[in-house]
């Protein structure tokens, strides 16, 4: 950490999957792989770093657990689809979530929406509107939006008509 750029340490049981993980993330300008870890254990001996990339399910413990313990940002990336599970990797503080399989595009378009959050919160001090474009940041757009079509909603959201 303290360096250009950001540091990311990849757990996943899958030696394969991590990785492929690890080559988007060393793919990606501004992002260097400090580190794989396949086990709670491994995961807890691996220096400091700004970002940590988790699955849920670990031979040794829940990644959710880990990224509880953590002092940095992470994101999970995982099979697991229950909403409990959703919900308390959020709790936890994860600032994403990805289900397995998705596109390598997806975990790279995660990345860069992760670097220009970083970007933006290395402010000292923030406007409502830095901190909205934040979070922004961190939310994906999907679908894509096609250049013919407005850009949808978000899930969920409230939608008011005049």
């Known amino acids: ?3 250009s750029d950001l540091s990311v340490l990849v757990v ?6 991590a990785n492929m993980h690890a080559g988007v993330v ?6 260097t792989v400090t580190g ?3 086990t709670v254990a491994a995961a807890r001996e ?3 770093v700004d970002l940590a990339l988790v699955d849920v399910y670990l031979p040794d413990g829940s990644g959710i657990d880990f990224v509880r313990e953590l002092r940095s940002d ?3 990336l995982t099979a697991a689809t ?11 503080g994860a600032l994403s979530y990805l289900v397995k399989p998705f596109p390598t595009t997806e ?3 995660r990345l860069s929406g992760y670097a220009r959050y970083r970007k933006i919160l290395a402010g000292a001090n923030l406007s409502a509107r830095d901190v909205d474009a934040a979070l922004d940041a961190l939310r994906p757009v999907w679908p894509p939006p096609s250049p013919r079509q407005p850009r949808p909603p978000p899930p969920n959201s409230l939608c008011y008509r005049h």
């Not at 060393?26 to 992002?31: K, L, S, T």
Request: aromatic share 6%.
């Open 1 to 3: 950490m303290g360096g």
């Open 12 to 17: 996943d049981d899958d030696f394969r999957v």
């Open 26 to 31: 060393a793919a990606m300008p501004g992002f």
């Open 36 to 38: 794989t870890a396949n």
């Open 46 to 48: 691996a220096p400091a």
């Open 74 to 76: 992470s994101m999970i």
């Open 82 to 92: 229950e909403a409990e599970t959703v919900r308390a990797a959020m709790a936890a």
């Open 107 to 109: 975990l790279a378009a």
